[in-house]
């Protein structure tokens, strides 16, 4: 089956160099009428694969303009991304996805590592991701899928991690973040400071978290943890003993009607807590700012225990090659100095490289953001509109507190077969 | 033909004589099993490349071994064994598979009765009591307006109607009869149910009214003559005679809640299982076999009540 899709990728992937060739050929003899700047111009464009995190019709347009290159965003949900990167490798050029899905891409070959000489900002991407540490020194969680134990391949076409650095590396990070429980202060009406909250009696009817496996089970672990029925050694890589005790606890809960729903998408998770269905929830820091934007309270909670991370980055289809391989390296070296960083940061993402991003956001609006500090004037985001009024502090305070909170990241186990099966059992419960 | 005939005869007209031209001629006209092949022709082809080789393919698949990041083209049957783990061990209990089937095939049924029920009221409304020809087709024309909107938004629309602080639960509180909101208006089977009849009552309508008019009026008119009472025609003569229509809405229904997991997850809340759910989650984890074995276990039992129904009523004589 995937030998097919291959072959029928590649003759796409040859139609696709002839229609560029023809264009080309259209304008070259454009060059004759008088026009000769379009003679190097075979249209640099790239058929950028993600979710919707970094794709931004802003980050494309500024693209264009600097660097010529345009992009065209294939958008999918995360499971689609590495279902498409399995099946049909051929169907893009630059691929944006999470350090988690590694574990199942770097095996399957299809894609690209990216050569880390060829980057320029690659000494100055965040500590957060070569070292496991902040910038400031604290030491990170590392259970899970941590990006810096999958970031560094042996040699350019190996198929396994390499424990020290070289320089291939597998995905060039560009946005990460801590997530943690999305609560309504105005239903809930007293602090809320665990994990275990989620399961507390006391929300009965009134908490969800989210439907997909990989990242459900992390939170469901926290809160396991949380309520001290069981010390993880490694919650993104549980044994089946675990898996079940975990899937137990959920299920039992689920039983004595705990949830309200289980979430899947965005909208879902802002549409659950906007109108009150439910009052705690696992949830997604965009997803917050997107239910305070429509004047609800809403705040993205940061717990005794930590957060739950995801990091994700940018490599290539194994398919790419020439001077498509020489644009993506311009897209990424593009994408890393500042403009797109700083938009991230708006959003409440984090940006690989802090000092590029810095350099492009105005000092009040690093300070809210990137310091913990109160906003001096009004904050607004990336589309003009009004997040914050001035004084507000960010939830979770500074770079450096959040990040450094993180306990675990979004993991794919070695038993994740189970996991599914599990998880499959715990939603018909 | 005419011309080439007359080609022939301007070339060697002492060929083109007698019983031999005449012969030539019939062997070139088509025969009537042959013309009727070439019409069906076309749907055959779109049927086998849309549907039978697909099928075939997925039957295929679900047979394959794989692993986390690809299918291994080698014969297993894990995809079946792994939907099945634990199943016996766990007997009398149902296991999980058998927990999803057994929900499925409960909202299949209550969905299929319930939009049955609807369906042929008002069908036969539609049929026996709008006496106008414009008027029937204007109703019926009427009864598609809910489908000038896609299906998503049919089914979210129900959200904030049903929710906590949604319009129901507001009005209930606002007249007194409730003090605390209903929770099981929304993210229940009762939702799900009332979603999917919203849905698909439809097309149960169609083909109900569809063999409902053409049941000869005279027939009704000779019950009536012979001293039947309302409920002796409807009985004995419209509802078999209605049966093929009932038959068909009924696969339509049955078939499309069966493999239903967008509405049964959005108005459950994610938190009722289905078997079309189970599919997915084996897809976006990569393991097609094991959904494809799935795929395969659905088909089967859709299959099976489809046989029964039509064990019931001869679709192919009635039509």
Known sequence: MTETTKKTGVSRRTLLKGTAGLAGLAAGSGAITGFPYVMSAEPKVLRYLGTAVNEGDDISKQCLKDTGIKIEYITATTDDVTKRVMTQPNSFDVLDTEYFSLKKLVPSGNILALDAKKIKEFDNITPVFTKGETPGGKKIGGQGTAPWKVLYLEGKDSKTFSKTPTEFVTLIPTVYNADTLGIRPDLIKRPISSWAELLNPEFKGKASILNIPSIGIMDAAMVVEATGKHKYADKGNMTKEEIDLTMKVMTEAKKAGQFRAFWKDFNESVNLMASGETVIQSMWSPAVTKVRSMGIACTFQPLKEGYRSWASGFCVSKGVSGPKLDWAYEFVNWFLSGYAGAYLNRQGYYSAVLSTAKANMEPYEWAYWMEGKPAEKDIKAPDGSLLEKAGAVRDGGSYEDRMGAVACWNAVMDENDYMVRKWNEFIAA | ?319
């Open chain 2, 1 to 319: 033909m005419d011309t080439s005939e007359d080609i022939l005869q301007q070339a060697s007209p002492d060929l083109v004589r007698g019983s031999e031209t005449r012969r030539a001629a019939k062997s070139a006209r088509l025969s009537p099993s042959f013309i009727s092949w070439l019409q069906a022709g076309p749907m055959m082809l779109v049927f086998l490349a849309f549907f039978l080789i697909p099928l075939v393919f997925v039957v295929i698949v679900s047979f394959w071994d794989y692993n986390e990041y690809q299918l291994l083209p080698a014969f297993s049957g894990r995809g079946y064994t792994d939907t099945f783990e634990g199943c016996l061990a766990q007997l009398p209990d149902l296991c999980t598979i058998g927990k999803t089937y057994l929900k499925t095939l409960k909202l299949c049924f209550l969905v299929w009765a319930i939009t049955l029920f609807i369906g042929f009221w008002v069908a036969y409304f539609l049929a026996f009591h709008v006496k106008s020809k414009t008027w029937q087709m204007g109703l019926s024309l009427l009864c598609t307006i809910p489908f000038w909107t896609s299906n998503v938004i049919r089914m979210i629309a129900w959200i904030p109607l049903l929710g906590r602080n949604g319009l129901v639960n507001s009005g209930l509180m606002k007249t007194g009869l409730i003090n605390q909101p209903v929770e099981w208006l929304l993210f229940s089977e009762f939702s799900v149910v009332l979603a999917l009849v919203h849905l698909f009552t439809f097309f149960m309508v169609v083909p109900i009214f569809n063999s409902m008019i053409r049941i000869d009026k005279s027939l009704i008119e000779a019950a009536y003559d012979a001293g039947a009472s309302g409920l002796q025609t409807l009985v004995n003569v419209i509802i078999p005679l209605a049966k093929p229509g009932i038959v068909i809405g009924s696969i339509f229904v049955i078939t499309i809640v069966m493999g239903d997991f967008i509405t049964i997850g959005v108005m459950g809340g994610q938190q009722i299982a289905a078997a079309g759910k189970i599919i997915e989650t084996r897809v976006n984890a990569l393991q097609f076999p094991a959904a494809a074995a799935n795929a395969v276990i659905l088909l089967v039992i859709t299959f099976l009540i489809i046989t029964m129904m039509s064990r019931i009523v001869d679709i192919k004589k009635e039509l």
